[in-house]
């Protein structure tokens, strides 16, 4: 059950509603919005309970949610979320555009994605600097190193960036240069992972895991939402299936269904979901029709040299047509790049 303030009711009628909360012998669990307060009630709940809390001063509507996820469910919200990373709003009008190399190699690369990144219209850069690969052989990242050279390409662009983290114990360290973290596919399920993040206060990027089901990434976001933070924007990256000529199979309707379920933005990764750079602008053209709040495109300048993810990575020649037809399938459903 979840009990939702009015708008800008005192603090101290959320603390009353708690303390009846807590009479009655069930847990309650406050998120203190920008806008307004939302508790949720944990215990075994009856529907009887719905008009007494709705009695309550401040309240102004008490929902009963059956999922096992409840914050980021649609209905604990009227209005969709939107997620600030820094000046950029994820989950407006605006499809927006996330690009940059899978890894950060040297200066020289990240520097010159960069800027092609912002020339074509990307409002944020991407770039791992901690990779979570599936072989321990193969290139782990620069760490902080690539941080700093991340770090290094906003100053010079100012886009803000986004980095996946995929060790609790450096979320704090992650979190004093990047703008957003991400939690990749093979983390979703990492619960103390997700709980730090949570705990951060910082943009979190959720990537849906490739052998996951839409209820357990919104479960996954939950555990983020839990500790008080729902700047939280949902990825579709793919799911593994029994086709193998792409890297994965992009769930399209995963992006209207995941809208309809949560309110929390959502954006699609076209290029981990096919694994081939030829496939990712018409998947990411679709995902933009579909209602995707934005795209995460890998992008390199030097592909067939990449670390991690060449075949998969857009040229600075591929990445800039993308951008081009994406304003018009934007546009065409009633968004702006
Ligand atoms: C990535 O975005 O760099 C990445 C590793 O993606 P995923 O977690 O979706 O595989
Ligand atoms: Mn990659």
Redesign the pocket.
């Known amino acids: 059950m979840i009990i939702v303030m009015r708008e800008k009711a005192r603090p101290e009628l959320a603390e009353a509603v708690m303390r009846e909360i807590d009479r009655m012998g069930f847990k309650s669990h406050p998120i203190v919005g920008v806008e307004r307060t939302v508790i949720g009630v944990i215990g075994v709940e009856t529907s009887e309970l719905v008009p007494h809390f709705e009695s309550l001063e401040g309240v102004e509507r008490v929902l009963t949610i059956l999922k096992p996820y409840k914050f980021v469910a649609r209905a604990a919200r009227e209005e969709r979320s939107q997620v600030m990373v820094k000046e950029v709003c994820l989950g407006g009008k605006e499809v927006v555009v996330i690009a940059g190399p899978?890894?950060v190699e040297d200066e020289t690369q990240i520097m010159r994605t960069a800027r092609v990144v912002k020339e074509g219209g990307g409002k944020i850069l991407?770039g791992?600097a901690f990779?979570?690969r599936t072989s321990p052989h193969t290139f782990q990242g620069l760490g902080e190193e690539g941080l700093k050279m991340l770090a290094a390409a906003r100053a010079e662009t100012s886009l803000p960036f986004v980095t996946?983290v995929v060790d609790p114990r450096d979320v704090s360290l992650v979190a004093e240069y990047a703008d957003m973290l991400?939690i990749?596919?093979?983390?979703m399920q990492n619960f103390s992972l997700l709980s730090e993040v949570g705990r951060s206060g910082f943009p979190v990027l959720l990537?849906?895991s490739?052998s996951s089901t839409i209820e357990e990434l919104l479960c996954a976001a939950e555990y983020i939402a839990r500790e008080g933070n729902d700047q939280i924007v949902l990825?579709e990256?793919?799911i593994r299936t029994f086709e193998t000529a792409t890297r994965n199979t992009f769930d399209v309707s995963a992006i209207p269904l995941i809208k309809k379920l949560s309110h929390l933005p959502v954006i699609a990764?076209p290029?981990?979901a096919t694994g081939h750079w030829d496939l990712v602008e018409p998947t990411a053209l679709a995902a933009v029709a579909a209602g995707a709040d934005g795209v995460?495109v890998?992008v390199h300048p030097e592909p067939d040299k990449a670390v991690s993810?060449g075949p998969q990575s857009l040229t600075f020649e591929n990445y800039s047509t993308l951008m081009k037809k994406l304003a018009r399938i934007a546009q065409a459903v009633d968004r702006e790049t």
């Open positions: 899978c890894a991407r791992g990779k979570p996946e991400q990749g596919a093979r983390n990537k849906r490739y990825c990256r793919g990764d290029s981990h995460l890998e993810d």
